[in-house]
């Protein structure tokens, strides 16, 4: 993994760690930054000031997807193929407990701090066609929530009182209400709820996929769909910045991104980058937006506060920063 100075726009160092990163995590009350490996099952932490690996730790399972809770206590790992979910304590990397589940799970989300949801953990099991809510503290099954179909992400509303469930094969969004135990209302998509990204405040969630070459806007507190988006061919990746508010979507087959303001719903700019682009990271400080580029091994920096109306969408690039083979996965924190 390879650590850029963002004053510089340079690589730094490339830090060594046990295996091909595929994902890369961290959170702002957090020392290190965590690379998780499927290829060697393990799990590095890194500490960033220094960059130097602290810790390592070989993982009972091979990771799918990795996720940090909001206080930052705990790692949990998916297994890629099996129905399990593991607990890695973020302070020692030492394995908590592991939760069996009916199902693989494809995508985990937390309860809100203060929401009356903190403390739980809600998993898409995927094709298994239900989500389980569990008990961070002890991995207790909560619930279990049957909705048919093929499942994909699965998002805590801001205030913990509903979940959203992404159905993918009936192109759709289900709403559950966790005090009164039901589904409220499916919401039909114009795509496959592939790929789904929450704006900041909790207000609007983003969705694309299969079906249209659109971003579609979902509103979770009045439960309806808004607008839907031309986003630029085939959307592969989607982020938000804040203040300003602009939706980013990376568009791999035509080596762009496209750039939406959230407020008019428009699109605001197209960006070439390099080659594939798969991963946008947003600094703190929503000055920049990083592009991952896989294919040409390098990435994009975009100038968020050049984003303003203009004559032409086109806009430049800052500069590109070559990182090496095939980036997927960005955090970025101040050292």
């Known amino acids: 993994m390879a650590a850029v100075d963002l004053t510089a726009l340079a690589v730094v160092r490339h830090v060594r760690v046990q295996g091909n990163p595929h994902q890369v995590l961290t959170r702002a009350q957090l020392p290190w930054v965590f690379a998780v490996m499927p290829d060697t099952a393990t799990v590095s932490a890194v500490d960033p000031s220094a960059l130097r690996v602290q810790a390592q730790r070989r993982l009972p399972v091979t990771p799918g997807w990795s996720y940090l809770e909001p206080a930052g206590g705990r790692l949990w790992v998916l297994a890629s193929s099996s129905p399990r979910v593991v607990a ?86 289900a709403v559950y209400d966790l005090r009164h135990h039901r589904l409220v209302v499916r919401l039909p998509l114009a795509v496959s709820p592939d790929l789904c990204s929450m704006k900041g405040d909790g207000g609007q969630l983003f969705v694309a996929g299969a079906g249209a070459d659109a971003v579609v806007t979902v509103y979770p507190y009045q439960t309806e769909v808004g607008s839907i988006t031309l986003a630029g061919r085939a959307p592969g990746f989607l982020a938000t910045s804040e203040a300003p508010d602009y939706l980013f979507v990376t568009n791999p087959q035509s080596d762009g991104v496209t750039i939406v303001n959230i407020a008019t ?57 070559p990182v090496g083979s095939e980036p997927v996965s960005a955090v970025v924190r101040a050292v």
Request: glycine share 10%.
């Open 265 to 321: 719903q428009k699109v605001l700019a197209v960006a070439s980058v390099g080659k594939a682009p798969c991963f946008v990271a947003i600094t703190p400080n929503n000055e920049y937006a990083l592009v991952l580029n896989r294919q040409s091994g390098d990435i994009a920096v975009l100038h968020i506060g050049s984003m303003t109306a203009r004559r032409t969408k086109s806009i430049p690039l800052l500069t590109m920063i």
């Open 88 to 173: 890695v304590r973020t302070k020692g990397l030492e394995i908590e407990r592991t939760v069996e589940l009916p199902h693989p799970g494809v995508d985990v989300d937390f309860g809100p701090s203060g929401s009356p949801s903190e403390g739980l953990a809600a998993v898409s099991l995927g094709d298994g066609g239900e989500v389980v809510v569990f008990d961070t503290a002890t991995g207790r099954l909560e619930r279990r929530i049957k909705v048919e179909g093929k499942l994909g992400s699965v998002r805590f509303r801001r205030d913990g009182r509903q979940l959203l469930i992404a159905n993918r094969s009936e192109r759709e969004m």
